[in-house]
């Protein structure tokens, strides 16, 4: 008898050894059976591996009796790593439409996917079984997100075709959904027919989605795209679609949708500070839309339309801009007449100048101050206008504003009158008098400053100690030991080099208070606090929340706060609350009713810095702002953190209130900004 080689026999061995592995694995699997799942889990993934005649049996039985979530993943894994088309409907039946379930719908995603163009209907019925209206429950929404996500990673022709299909048909919000997953196609016939029907949607993300994809991937079919959007803006989706055609026309700005840009910006931002900040810069450097603004401006009518005109035409070179700008100086309506002036000052024209100077003689208090500030912008190299600044201090109304412009342009010669301001009965008069000798550090100026150190309180009195640092670059305690300091320095003194940061962090000398580690020294102070949804975010490793801590210490510095003096609480989101109208009176009455509602906020919404600054503002009796915020401005008039900073730079020219500002769970150069351009102390808090 003839032996087989050795060789011919490797082949049916591996078969063999195959097959038993095969075997141990469903053998092993079917004693688990009437064990509880748990103990399935481990070994579910491999089954489908396994032949199909021999473990199909076996999985449709598991995933048609699986009970624990954890199984069916497990089982789906195997089947997204190993595709078994003879398992497509029993898949289809792991997901039921009256429980979805959005992890188990990726996993079904996945396995069906897994089949290829096979796969494509199993997986587009799917999605329709959890369509909107089909459920009300509310993981429907995202169990159908994973069902489309599934079949857009397939990016097989079949699966396109069901996608623009989905575009198609349906409810405008899963019509949208479809579309994003069409957003990185090129120019194809179908995609593009769904683009353009997407126009003709009733939802408005629907409509936004196929105007951006054309913006994206048709230039030339854009202009067309905004006339019929346009044509859809009314009603609840006039708003949305209008900023949408702001938006997608800033960036394809061509003669023939010069109007429809402008009505659309006007509409929806008129100040170029929100959705359309980006873009600023390149709509004031288009001569040929400047032009076009310039034209229509006669014929503009509503308030938003002469505002937004105005923040445009600023940067159109010639006269008959500058006409236009002052035509509009003179406007009824405040926000027209303040940009108008603004922009007059911005674009650097002197034959703006005797216009100005008659505004700046206006009754109206605020159109004076942005004349004298324009003015500035103008003048301010020449040494003629320090001379009408001085005069501008005997101005109740521009006061304070004369004092920082002039120290702006370092006048030495303004000192006598500086200090003469120091007994001015307006205590923001003394405060801009004071920072302005802290900037325009003279040896003339110690002496008065001096005497001043026992006349103030709280928040003035830091503000004459802070001069005297600048001025001398010393830290001393009390007036004893700085006129025994002066008695040996005066003879010979000069202001040593001014320190790196024009203004230094403010001493603690006098106060217990503390809030984030930042003194309270002021007795008129208001506390402007986020309770936005960030703030339910834990603080580092412990076990409260950003809110829970601002919350304690905001009690803490309740408690600590004298009898007597006046406070204030604004907490805001989406919206901005007060907790009383104006700052108030502390007695034990007050002090527990704002601890109360203190303790009772809530962490929800968004971050609305800009409004609740603005109401901080409102109240003339502040002289301190602690503003303590965990995130970027989203909500609110101005959203750009940039524009933000300068507009409340702009509000304080004379109001001199010192914002101190904290920023929680990283830096933020707003808040930083903010603290610097006031005199305020910035920390970071992790």
């Known amino acids: ?253 061509t003669p023939d949708v010069h109007a429809l840009f402008f009505t659309a910006a006007a509409a929806t931002d008129p100040t170029l500070t929100r959705n359309l900040r980006a873009h600023a810069a390149k709509l004031r450097a288009d001569v040929a839309f400047l032009q076009f603004v310039l034209g229509r401006l006669p014929s503009l009518q509503s308030t938003a339309e002469r505002t937004l005109a105005a923040r445009l035409i600023v940067g159109l070179p010639g006269s008959e801009a500058t006409v236009a700008l002052v035509e509009l100086s003179q406007a009824r309506e405040p926000i027209v007449a303040d940009t108008a002036i603004e922009a007059l000052g911005a674009r650097g024209d002197r034959a703006a100048v005797p216009a100005l100077r008659r505004l700046s003689r206006s009754p109206d208090a605020e159109r004076r101050r942005g004349a004298l500030l324009a003015l500035h912008q103008l003048l301010k190299a020449e040494a003629d206008w320090r001379a009408e600044l001085r005069v501008a201090l005997d101005d109740v109304e521009l006061c304070t504003l004369a004092i920082d412009l002039l120290a702006d342009v370092g006048d030495e010669a303004s000192l006598p009158a500086i200090h003469r301001k120091f007994a001015s009965p307006d205590w923001r008069v003394r405060a801009a008098a004071y920072d302005f000798c802290a900037r325009v550090r003279a040896a003339a100026s110690v002496e008065p400053l001096l005497a001043r150190l026992t006349v103030e309180r709280d928040r003035l009195q830091q503000d004459v100690r802070d001069a005297l640092e600048s001025i001398t670059g010393q830290r001393l305690h009390g007036e004893t030991q700085w006129r025994a300091w002066w008695r040996d320095h005066a003879a010979t003194f000069t202001p040593p080099p001014v320190q790196p940061k024009a203004r230094r962090p403010r001493s603690d000398e006098g106060s217990t208070r503390t809030y984030y580690s930042i003194p309270v020294v002021s007795a008129a102070v208001m506390f402007v606090v986020d309770r936005s949804g960030s703030m339910a975010a834990r603080v580092g490793t412990g076990g409260s929340t950003r809110l829970e801590e601002a919350k304690r210490q905001l009690v803490r510095v309740l408690t600590a706060t004298p009898t007597g003096h006046r406070l204030g609480v604004i907490s805001f989101a989406n919206d901005v609350q007060k907790m009383q109208e104006r700052l108030t009176v502390l007695d034990e009455r007050a002090r527990t009713d704002l601890k109360t509602r203190v303790e009772a906020l809530v962490a929800s919404g968004g971050t609305n810095v800009h409004d609740a600054l603005q109401a901080a503002f409102a109240d003339p009796d502040v002289d301190t702002i602690y503003l303590m915020t965990d995130g970027a401005p989203n909500v609110g008039a101005i959203t750009d953190p940039v524009e933000l900073r300068a507009a409340v730079k702009r509000w304080n020219r004379t109001r001199q209130i010192r914002i101190h500002t904290i920023s929680l769970g990283g830096e933020s150069e707003m808040l930083r900004g903010i603290a610097e351009d006031s005199g305020g102390q910035y920390v970071s808090v992790r």
């Open 1 to 253: 008898m003839s032996r087989i080689p050795f060789a011919l026999l490797v082949p049916f061995l591996a078969v063999a050894a195959l097959r038993a592995q095969s075997d141990d694995v469903i053998a092993r699997y079917q004693k688990l059976v009437r064990a509880p799942e748990s103990e399935r889990v481990a070994l579910a993934p491999k089954l489908a591996a396994e032949p199909a005649g021999r473990s199909g049996p076996l999985l449709r039985a598991e995933l048609t009796r699986a009970k624990s979530k954890e199984l069916k993943l497990a089982l789906l894994q195997g089947l997204a790593e190993h595709a078994r088309p003879d398992l497509a409907s029993t898949v289809m039946e792991v997901l039921r439409p009256n429980e979805p379930d959005p992890e188990l719908a990726g996993a079904v995603g996945k396995a069906l996917a897994a089949l290829g163009d096979v796969g494509v209907p199993a997986l587009r019925a799917q999605i329709d079984r959890f369509a909107t209206g089909r459920s009300t429950h509310a993981n429907r929404p995202a169990t159908y997100a994973q069902l489309l996500d599934a079949l857009a990673r397939m990016k097989s022709p079949a699966a396109r075709a069901a996608l623009v299909d989905l575009a198609t048909k349906g409810h405008g919000y899963d019509r949208q959904l479809a579309l994003t997953k069409l957003a990185d196609v090129a120019r194809e016939p179908a995609v593009d027919e769904a683009r353009r029907r997407a126009l003709e949607g009733d939802f408005a993300g629907l409509v936004l989605e196929g105007l951006r994809q054309i913006s994206r991937h048709d230039p030339a079919g854009v202009s067309a795209a905004l006339r019929v959007v346009a044509g859809r803006a009314t009603g609840t989706m006039a708003a949305p679609l209008l900023a949408g055609i702001a938006e997608v026309g800033a960036a394809h700005l």
